[in-house]
């Protein structure tokens, strides 16, 4: 599998028209349909829009979170006839954040700093000993799903394990900070950690993010008679990955 450029044509000269009908080819040929209930009947239907509750805001995405406190959060929505579909999880529930200044549960401020840990995929026991597992069974009882966060091709911090016990492979990171999807051995290890921390966390959505500019990280891998071998190789890997955890 490799990169694809799609044309959509039409007459004329309307945007509108033109963003339309892309819409539609994207709609009816390419996004993903769901089975509509579980014994499978009604046929398969795109994913109906979602409500989802989360304590970002409270707790500085997920650095100051714990079981307890995300399970009291959702029982909050639920005692107050809230009515959502998902529980949002997101960044800082991993290994280290609760070992660097951040004092959980004190409401301290907290500097961009914290964030020099994402890229250490275990999470964070000290705040989360059911590997959130509590949170994502005490949800499904009152009809909450759970949604959490990663960023697969982010690593900030060398001096810590990404590969339990070890320090990370350099082989794997390009520019000291995009971690090569391309790379069979990163794209391997990935694939079994995330379905590892989704399974043991009971977790039923995937959610991912990008904060990385790659384009320039991938030309500057590649030699100039190779130029984008790398973006290629990457993106098959990246939706390897996505085909993996579905």
Same mark, same amino acid.
Request: aromatic share 12%; net charge negative; glycine share 10%.
């Given at each position: 599998?490799?990169?694809?450029?799609?044309?959509?044509?039409?007459?004329?000269?309307?945007?509108?028209?033109?963003?339309?009908?892309?819409?539609?080819?994207?709609?009816?040929?390419?996004?993903?349909?769901?089975?509509?209930?579980?014994?499978?009947?009604?046929?398969?239907?795109?994913?109906?829009?979602?409500?989802?509750?989360?304590?970002?805001?409270?707790?500085?995405?997920?650095?100051?979170?714990?079981?307890?406190?995300?399970?009291?959060?959702? $029982?909050?929505?639920?005692?107050?006839?809230?009515?959502?579909?998902?529980?949002?999880?997101?960044?800082?529930?991993?290994?280290?954040?609760?070992?660097?200044?951040?004092?959980?549960?004190?409401?301290?401020?907290?500097?961009?700093?914290?964030?020099?840990?994402?890229?250490?995929?275990?999470?964070?026991?000290?705040?989360?000993?059911? $590997?959130?597992?509590?949170?994502?069974?005490?949800?499904?009882?009152?009809?909450?799903?759970? /949604?959490?966060?990663?960023?697969?091709?982010?690593?900030?911090?060398?001096?810590?394990?990404?590969?339990?016990?070890?320090?990370?492979?350099?082989?794997?990171?390009?520019?000291?900070?995009?971690?090569?999807?391309?790379?069979?051995?990163? /794209?391997?290890?990935?694939?079994?950690?995330?379905?590892?921390?989704?399974?043991?966390?009971?977790?039923?959505?995937?959610?991912?993010?990008?904060?990385?500019?790659?384009?320039?990280?991938?030309?500057?891998?590649?030699?100039?008679?190779?130029?984008?071998?790398?973006?290629?190789?990457?993106?098959?890997?990246?939706?390897?990955?996505?085909?993996?955890? /579905?």
């Amino acid at each position: 599998r490799t990169p694809l450029i799609a044309f959509v044509r039409y007459d004329g000269r309307d945007t509108d028209r033109a963003t339309n009908l892309w819409r539609r080819w994207l709609t009816d040929c390419n996004l993903r349909k769901v089975t509509e209930d579980a014994s499978g009947e009604g046929g398969k239907k795109l994913f109906a829009p979602q409500v989802s509750g989360g304590t970002s805001v409270l707790y500085h995405e997920m650095t100051q979170a714990t079981d307890d406190n995300q399970i009291a959060a959702i $029982k909050w929505y639920d005692d107050n006839d809230i009515d959502i579909s998902f529980w949002w999880m997101d960044a800082g529930w991993y290994f280290k954040t609760s070992n660097e200044g951040v004092n959980a549960g004190k409401g301290e401020s907290l500097g961009d700093g914290v964030w020099a840990s994402t890229g250490v995929w275990q999470v964070d026991t000290n705040r989360f000993p059911s $590997k959130m597992k509590a949170i994502s069974d005490y949800g499904e009882t009152v009809g909450v799903h759970t /949604l959490l966060w990663f960023e697969p091709e982010r690593i900030g911090d060398f001096s810590c394990c990404l590969n339990d016990g070890t320090t990370v492979n350099r082989n794997w990171v390009l520019s000291g900070a995009l971690v090569n999807l391309g790379n069979r051995d990163a /794209l391997e290890w990935f694939k079994e950690r995330i379905t590892q921390i989704i399974g043991e966390g009971g977790i039923y959505m995937y959610r991912e993010d990008f904060n990385i500019a790659p384009l320039s990280i991938w030309r500057n891998a590649d030699s100039k008679n190779r130029q984008g071998i790398t973006e290629n190789k990457y993106i098959q890997g990246h939706m390897e990955l996505w085909d993996y955890i /579905l």
